[in-house]
């Protein structure tokens, strides 16, 4: 927790004045608390991979939604079980907590989209896949003349496990079900691989060691050794493992990150997220 921090997931991308909130983890609160020091934005996008409690659950706490003069577009997976707003809705509102979405001050849109859409945020290219996730979520390509960041904070590799909109049964093989399924899996990893290619920089779900990996293959996250090899194969600049496990020591971080550095194809800059990191900063 001292170097690497505690949040869950939450980055802020800052585009020539256009500022993009990639999920809304518990580090939201503390983006709020920033922004509102500085010359706050009059608009902001969040877009949400998916609605995990960890990746919403900074939303109830980020100030800035009971501010009037904030536009808020919000952008989300769309399901057939719930809508965006109502699982938002839901996060804040009885018996959870005491607010309700007419509460919030902000004006707020949702926006639910699909894996493949592609749209512009200001200066921003935003391009979707889908990553191998329990009920899905999305992968974000985030592009600009000035550069590339990938976006897949929650994915498990490509040659087990298809998560649908169903809950899964583990048997202990890491077996695909059908033809189809290795079809399915082949085409998601090919998105992911597309999203990621050549990209400045690849923030990548590596909670697992390669030991938990094989214990937990069903949660649908992946190693590092797993986000490296995604990396390679995408060409990315560089790596950066994100969504550590929760138990995960600085120390334990620090070797996973030589390790992975050691084994790397040449050119490839493996780092791991920690609080605070600044990826680029305009002189
Ligand atoms: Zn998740
Ligand atoms: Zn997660």
Redesign the pocket.
């Known amino acids: 927790m001292l170097r690497y921090g505690g949040n869950t997931?939450c980055v802020e991308v800052v585009a020539e004045g256009r500022h993009i909130i990639l999920d809304a983890g518990t580090g939201l609160r503390m983006l709020g608390d920033s922004l509102a020091q500085a010359q706050a934005p009059r608009q902001l996008d969040l877009l949400i991979t998916h609605t995990?409690w960890?990746?919403i659950i900074g939303f109830p706490f980020f100030a800035p939604l009971f501010d009037p003069d904030l536009k808020l577009d919000i952008y989300g997976l769309a399901r057939t079980q719930s809508s965006l707003r109502t699982t938002l809705a839901g996060a804040l509102s009885d018996p959870l907590l005491p607010l309700n979405m007419d509460d919030l001050r902000a004006q707020i849109n949702f926006f639910e989209i699909g894996a493949g859409h592609c749209f512009e945020l200001g200066p921003v290219q935003v391009r979707t896949a889908l990553a191998n996730h329990p009920y899905r979520a999305l992968a974000y390509r985030l592009e600009t003349p000035d550069g590339v960041l990938t976006f897949i904070?929650?994915t498990g590799p490509f040659h087990t496990v298809l998560f649908g909109e169903e809950r899964i049964e583990w048997t202990g093989q890491p077996t695909a079900r059908s033809q189809s399924e290795l079809r399915e899996l082949a085409a998601m990893k090919a998105a992911i691989l597309e999203l990621a290619y050549r990209a400045d920089w690849l923030i990548y779900d590596a909670q697992f060691t390669d030991a938990q990996y094989a214990r937990f293959p069903h949660w649908g996250h992946s190693s590092a050794t797993q986000a490296r090899e995604i990396a390679e194969e995408a060409q990315v600049r560089q790596l950066i493992l994100f969504?550590h496990d929760p138990h995960r020591t600085d120390e334990e971080l620090d070797r996973i990150v030589a390790e992975q550095q050691a084994l790397a194809a040449p050119g490839l800059l493996v780092t791991a997220a920690f609080e605070g990191m600044e990826l680029w900063r305009k002189p």
């Open positions: 997931t995990h960890d990746h904070p929650d969504h």
